[in-house]
């Protein structure tokens, strides 16, 4: 099966703390995993895709193959980083195939 | 400017009613997909194409249309909506090589009473 998880609808954090947001995967084979992200009622736009292992916005995600997981990290999280951020996975259609997403809120 | 454009970018619709819902890019990727977006739900698959003259169906197919007719167009038809089909829908479309990453039109909020 292939599958997303976010286990958590929304994390709350303040200002200056880490952040991690959790993804983990179910696919067989070799995933191509992105993390997208929505401020309020706008477009999903890409953040990170694994393949490029690029920092945006000071964010990482690394990919552990033996752990099947893409977690999305932030060291220190900022007010303009509250979001909806979608952890999602290449289908063998081609489709992306998405998690249930994660609200982060950054407290001031 | 280039990218994918949905319309309308809200609606409200009388059950029993049917709609399509526009989506056109201008990036000449061959695939295209139509999500929603339902809270708690996350974004799930609707219907997709891989090329100009086909499409398949995704995770939540029932209820919805699709027709390909060139690369630039993929509209949605709702044929008879219901309440369910409350929810904002988003389109998108990528390469099918290379970059594979997908670009989203803005989304259109569908409400049906």
Redesign the interface.
């Known amino acids: 099966a292939q599958r997303v998880t ?1 286990p958590e ?1 929304l994390l709350s954090v303040f200002k200056g703390a880490p952040v991690e947001l959790k993804c983990n995967y179910s696919y067989s084979g070799s995933p ?1 995993l ?1 993390w997208y992200v929505q401020y309020s009622r ?5 953040l990170l ?1 694994h393949i490029s292992r690029e920092s945006i916005k000071g964010f990482t995600a690394d990919l552990n193959k033996g752990e099947t997981s893409f977690h999305l990290k932030k060291p220190f999280a900022q007010e303009e980083d509250s979001a909806m951020y ?1 952890c999602a996975l ?1 289908g063998s ?9 994660t609200k982060l809120s950054v407290k001031p | 400017i280039a990218g994918i454009t949905q319309a309308p970018t809200s609606q409200i619709l009388a059950a029993g009613r049917r709609m399509t819902l526009r989506c056109t890019q201008d990036m000449r990727h061959n ?1 295209m ?1 139509w ?1 929603r977006q339902d809270l ?6 609707i219907h ?1 194409s ?1 090329t100009a003259g086909t499409t ?1 169906k ?1 995770e939540v197919p029932d209820g919805y249309s699709v027709s390909r007719a060139n690369t630039d167009d993929f509209p949605l038809t709702l044929a008879s909506a219901v309440p369910s089909q409350t929810s904002v829908y ?1 389109c ?1 479309s ?1 390469e ?1 090589g290379g970059r ?8 259109t909020r569908l409400t049906v009473v």
């Open positions: 976010q609808k191509e992105f706008q477009r999903l736009q890409l895709r979608y290449k259609q081609g489709n992306l195939i998405f998690g249930k997403g | 695939a997909y999500y708690g739900l996350g974004l799930r698959l997709y891989n398949g995704g988003f998108a990528s099918t594979t990453e997908a670009f989203f039109g803005q989304g």
